[in-house]
């Protein structure tokens, strides 16, 4: 029963993170830095926003290797999942046409990517190429804080991500002020138990 809740949940909140993700575009405020970076890419090479996703997700899982990370069952699936689920969300969304809406929109996602990011992590199936970048990052480089490696990444995609135009706007500040609070309220009580383990410490918000 314990593997099919830790199944369940990792397959909905991948599917809830690639909404999160299209709530947030459709809004027009502004982005993550790593999804600022997806965008901008989509704009310069006209491939769905989605597909940029996986694409992008390729070479930074290859990345893993040199750090001697290793994927699991949810790294395969945050792969997979994550982009396609965006796409089908921006499909079917419609465009904030007021402000009002752009601002139900943006909240709804951030609020959303907290419960997702805790559902995918609390499942203890692995973690999404992009986190395992930034702790691999952290365990081959001990005397680097997670925060400031991090925060390096996320400043250097944020940059490249606007440069190729992508969105960053008042979301993209909310998203960084309020992700952390979410998913500290969120993981402790979505994380399937195991003896003798804290799955909060594991905890990075980013897909």
Same mark, same amino acid.
């Given at each position: 029963?314990?593997?099919?809740?830790?199944?369940?949940?990792?397959?909905?909140?991948?599917?809830?993170y690639g909404?999160?993700?299209?709530?947030?575009?459709?809004? *027009?405020?502004?982005? +993550?830095?790593?999804?600022?970076?997806?965008?901008?890419?989509?704009?310069?090479?006209?491939?769905s926003? *989605?597909?940029v996703?996986l694409l992008?997700?390729?070479?930074?899982?290859?990345?893993?290797?040199?750090?001697?990370?290793?994927?699991g069952?949810?790294?395969?699936? +945050?792969? /997979?999942?994550?982009?396609?689920?965006?796409?089908?969300?921006?499909?079917?969304?419609p465009?904030?046409?007021?402000?009002?809406?752009?601002?139900?929109?943006?909240?709804?996602?951030?609020?959303? +990517?907290?419960?997702?990011?805790?559902?995918?992590?609390g499942s203890?199936m692995?973690?999404?190429?992009?986190?395992g970048?930034?702790? *691999?990052l952290?365990?081959?480089?001990?005397k680097?804080?997670?925060?400031?490696?991090?925060?390096?990444i996320e400043?250097?995609v944020?940059?490249?991500?606007? /440069?190729?135009?992508?969105?960053?706007?008042?979301g993209?500040i909310?998203?960084?002020?309020?992700?952390?609070?979410?998913?500290?309220?969120?993981?402790?009580?979505?994380?399937?138990?195991e003896?003798?383990?804290d799955?909060?410490t594991d905890?990075?918000?980013?897909?």
């Amino acid at each position: 029963m314990i593997l099919v809740r830790r199944v369940t949940q990792l397959l909905v909140g991948l599917v809830l993170y690639g909404v999160s993700m299209a709530l947030m575009i459709e809004s *027009g405020l502004g982005l +993550n830095p790593w999804d600022v970076f997806h965008q901008g890419l989509s704009e310069v090479t006209g491939i769905s926003f *989605g597909w940029v996703v996986l694409l992008v997700g390729v070479p930074v899982l290859l990345l893993w290797i040199p750090l001697r990370q290793r994927p699991g069952i949810g790294t395969v699936a +945050n792969l /997979l999942i994550v982009g396609f689920s965006a796409d089908a969300a921006l499909a079917v969304l419609p465009a904030g046409a007021t402000i009002p809406a752009r601002v139900g929109y943006l909240v709804a996602g951030i609020l959303l +990517n907290g419960v997702a990011t805790g559902l995918y992590i609390g499942s203890r199936m692995g973690p999404g190429p992009r986190d395992g970048l930034m702790t *691999g990052l952290a365990r081959r480089f001990p005397k680097l804080s997670l925060r400031m490696i991090r925060t390096g990444i996320e400043l250097s995609v944020l940059g490249a991500g606007f /440069l190729l135009g992508g969105t960053v706007g008042v979301g993209t500040i909310a998203y960084a002020l309020a992700i952390g609070p979410l998913v500290h309220l969120f993981l402790p009580r979505l994380t399937v138990p195991e003896p003798g383990r804290d799955a909060t410490t594991d905890a990075v918000p980013a897909h």
